[in-house]
């Protein structure tokens, strides 16, 4: 699906991957299959993978509903006030009816093992954004206890890291800490949840927004995109990890020497399956149900 035209309603905000569309006193997000790495969205599209980002999204805010509230009002197209019923094949299994949320201008990264940026950070300061860390440890090594390592994004649409107290200067420091708190409390849950389901979480990044007041967990949670899976079985600490999320797309892109300017290359059919594959792998095992497609 590379993007409907939903022609009666107003386009709301367009992100790398979600369309955002007004919906009265709601807004409708839709996931597309659009695939984004290094900053950039790819020119080739990966089959049904709004579809998973959604329907995870969807199981885990159903999965902690008792922990923080969610912006979700209803998932169920048949529910959706006309003119979205009319586009109900190009919103079904891939779209979320929500409240509207005043967006805090952070993500919330929380880290449980040493990977990616994080794993660059540490062998180059023995610390992660400035988070000090005993040394000696080794790729993809459990933490010595998960980290909060906020992050804002510059109009260029990268992620900046920033400390917790410049997080605390940006949305009060009784807001910060509680976003702290929420973040490592859901990814405890998230990380207990997913062993049992033979996955690791090796890190993700959560947003929240407020309601009437009221913090809420919005856009997407504990997907392929937003966070680092691998699976347990094959875990092995002291390198890079097999893994259920788009860091197979990325490891491609950096074996190609993609130089990670414009334009950015398309990918081959056997990365596109293979990563399909992937998405629709961490869906199944994590909530244990089959992707409607």
Known sequence: MIQPELSAL??????????????????????????SAFDHVLPTEIPDKGKVLT???????????????????????EDYPQPLRDFKDQLRGRSMLVRRAKMFP???VVRGYLSGSGWK???????????????????????????????????????????????????????A????????TIYSMAVE????????????KFEFG?????????????????????????YRPGGPQCSYDKQFVRDYLESIHWDKN??????????????REKYIMAFRQISGKELEL
Request: proline share 7%; net charge negative; charged share 25%.
């Open 10 to 35: 107003r386009l709301h905000a367009r992100g790398k991957v979600r369309d955002i569309y007004e919906a009265g006193d709601e807004l409708l997000f839709l996931a597309s299959d659009r695939i």
């Open 55 to 77: 329907q995870l999204s969807l199981f885990w805010f159903d999965h902690l509903r008792d922990v923080v509230a969610n912006h979700v009002l209803t998932a169920r197209v």
């Open 106 to 108: 952070v993500e919330c």
């Open 121 to 175: 950070d540490y062998r180059a300061t023995q610390s992660i954004c400035g988070i000090a860390l005993p040394g000696g440890l080794r790729e993809s090594e459990p933490l010595p206890e998960p980290i909060f390592t906020p992050a804002t994004k510059s109009s260029s649409g990268h992620d900046i890291n920033i400390s917790f107290a410049e997080m605390a200067r940006l949305i009060g420091a009784r807001t």
């Open 177 to 184: 800490e509680t976003l702290r708190q929420l973040s490592l």
């Open 193 to 204: 949840h997913a062993k049992h389901r033979g996955i690791l979480v090796a890190d993700t």
């Open 210 to 234: 407020t309601v009437n007041g009221e913090i809420v967990l919005a856009d997407e949670v504990l997907t392929p995109d937003s966070s680092r899976f691998w699976p347990a079985e094959s």
């Open 262 to 275: 414009p334009p950015a290359p398309a990918l081959p059919a056997d990365v596109v399956r293979k990563t």
